[in-house]
């Protein structure tokens, strides 16, 4: 029979994120992970396989996490606003050193695009999520009437979705917070928001 586990599997998956989050998936070691999830060796395969697996999962968990930030602000608000409540959670109103690391999803795509195909694919894919999630918003934006433009939902979540990568990729520049703001005030009008 099989030890049950001895600790909190959720809040070791949390702490592993943000490991991978700040330094990468190659730079983190099996013994920073170790350390800073407080679990041993065998706990660690036994809960999440090995590194990868676990990266996976983190990942899953970090992307979830930017998914339910736009399904949240979209419900509470109508979709034109939504855009701009989106990067204020994801960019402004969370601590400076999380803004200045950037998107652990854009993080991991460039990182792995030549180290593990597999790992970045699935980066990729994540973002293709929150991109869909992102034309899902601009098409109830039009419908309902708040928008006017030529442009399709999906062309109109391809742009915002190049500016989020360039701000993400600004913040671990550590670019000063009100130049991403003005870049946001600069784009969103470029959309009829």
């Known amino acids: ?57 983190a990942l899953h968990l970090f992307s979830d996490r930017t998914y339910a ?29 999380r803004m200045h690391r950037g998107c652990m999803m854009i993080n991991s795509v460039l990182e792995l695009a030549d180290v593990d195909q597999g790992l970045s694919q699935l980066a990729s894919q994540r973002l293709a999520d929150i991109e869909d999630a992102f034309t899902q918003c601009f098409q109830q934006a039009i419908d309902s009437g708040l928008m006017k433009t030529e442009k399709t939902p999906k062309q109109l979540a391809q742009f915002i979705m190049t500016i989020n990568q360039g701000l993400r990729v600004a913040a671990r520049q550590q670019v000063d917070p009100k130049e991403l703001e003005n870049i946001i005030d600069t784009t969103l009008p470029l959309l009829g928001i």
């Open 69 to 97: 930030i736009l399904a949240k602000v979209r419900e509470e608000t109508n979709p034109a606003i939504a855009i701009r409540l989106f990067f204020a959670a994801t960019l402004f109103e969370v601590p400076s050193k």
């Open 1 to 57: 029979m099989a030890r049950p586990t001895e600790f909190d599997r959720q809040k070791a998956l949390q702490a592993a994120m943000h490991l991978f989050w700040r330094q990468g998936y190659t730079a983190t070691s099996l013994r920073q992970l170790l350390t800073s999830m407080e679990i041993s060796r065998s706990s660690l395969y036994a809960a999440f396989g090995d590194k990868r697996q676990l990266f996976i999962e």
